[in-house]
C-alpha cells in the first residue's frame, strides 16, 4: 500500500535574526531621539518668530517640517519604519514636541509675552502705608478720611517689563504726567499730590517690554469707597 504524501506546511516561521532585530530597535531610538530634537529646535523658532510678530511663519514652519518630515529622516541616513502605526507615532511625537517648546519659549521663565498684571496696590497716607483691595476692574478703594495732601503709591505686578511713564488725571482735569517714578523689580513706586481730599483719580502705566510687540498700558483708579 503506497504512503500518503506529506502536504507542505500552510505557514513556514521565518529564522528569527536576533542581530537585525536589534539593529532595527536601535535605529528607531535614534530617529525618536532625532525627532524630538528636530521638534524641540523648531519648536523654538517658531516661538522667536511669533515673538517679533510673525506668527503665520511659526505656523507655515510646522507644515513644512511636518510634510517632509520623512525626508529629513531618511537624507540623514535613517531607515524609517513600513508599519503605518510606527509612523504615525513620529509624526506624534513631532507635533507634541513642537507645541511644548513653543509653549515653554513664549512663557515664563523664558519669555513673557503676557500684559503685566496688577497684583496689589498700597498706598502711604497719613505715615502708614494701607493696602488697598481690588473691587474689580482694578479699581482701588482707599479710605474716605484720607487728609493728607500727598500719598506715596506702591504698586507691585506679575511680568517684568520698562515702565516709560506715569501718567494720571482727576475727575475732568486734563491728563498730567508723574515727574518722579521709581521702579524696582516688580514694583512701582511714585507720589502723587491730592488735588482735592478723597477724589477718584485714574493711572495709566505705560510700558515696554523686548517680549511683547503691543503694549497696551496698565491702567488702574484709586478711589473713595
Known amino acids: 500500500m503506497a504512503k500518503p504524501k506529506e502536504s507542505a506546511p500552510l505557514f513556514e516561521e521565518p529564522e528569527f535574526d536576533e542581530i537585525d532585530y536589534i539593529r532595527s530597535e536601535r535605529n528607531r531610538a535614534a530617529v525618536i531621539l532625532v525627532i524630538f530634537a528636530i521638534g ?3 519648536g523654538f523658532l517658531a516661538g522667536y518668530l511669533q515673538l517679533i510678530g510673525y506668527t503665520y511663519l511659526s505656523v507655515l514652519l510646522f507644515f513644512v517640517i511636518a510634510i517632509f518630515l520623512s ?18 507615532i513620529n509624526y506624534l511625537l513631532f507635533f507634541a514636541v513642537f507645541l511644548l517648546f513653543w509653549i515653554i519659549f513664549l512663557n515664563p521663565p523664558v519669555h513673557t509675552v503676557s500684559s503685566p498684571q496688577l497684583q496689589s496696590v498700597e498706598v502711604m497716607y497719613d505715615g502708614h502705608y494701607t493696602q488697598i483691595s481690588d473691587s474689580g476692574s482694578n479699581i482701588f478703594l482707599i479710605n474716605a478720611s484720607v487728609s493728607s495732601s500727598s500719598y506715596l503709591v506702591h504698586m507691585s505686578y506679575r511680568y517684568n517689563f520698562t515702565v516709560t511713564g506715569v501718567q494720571y488725571y482727576y475727575g475732568t482735569q486734563t491728563e498730567a504726567s508723574v515727574a518722579n517714578f521709581h521702579q524696582v523689580g516688580n514694583s512701582l513706586y511714585f507720589n502723587q499730590t491730592v488735588v ?25 483708579i484709586i478711589r473713595p469707597p
Request: glycine fraction near 4%.
Open 71 to 88: 525626508k529629513i529622516l531618511t537624507s540623514m541616513g535613517f531607515k524609517l519604519s513600513k508599519r503605518a502605526s510606527h509612523r504615525a
Open 40 to 42: 524641540a529646535l523648531s
Open 196 to 220: 482735592e481730599a478723597n477724589g477718584e483719580y485714574y493711572f495709566i502705566i505705560d510700558w515696554t517690554s523686548p517680549s511683547v510687540a503691543v503694549h497696551t498700558p496698565v491702567e488702574f
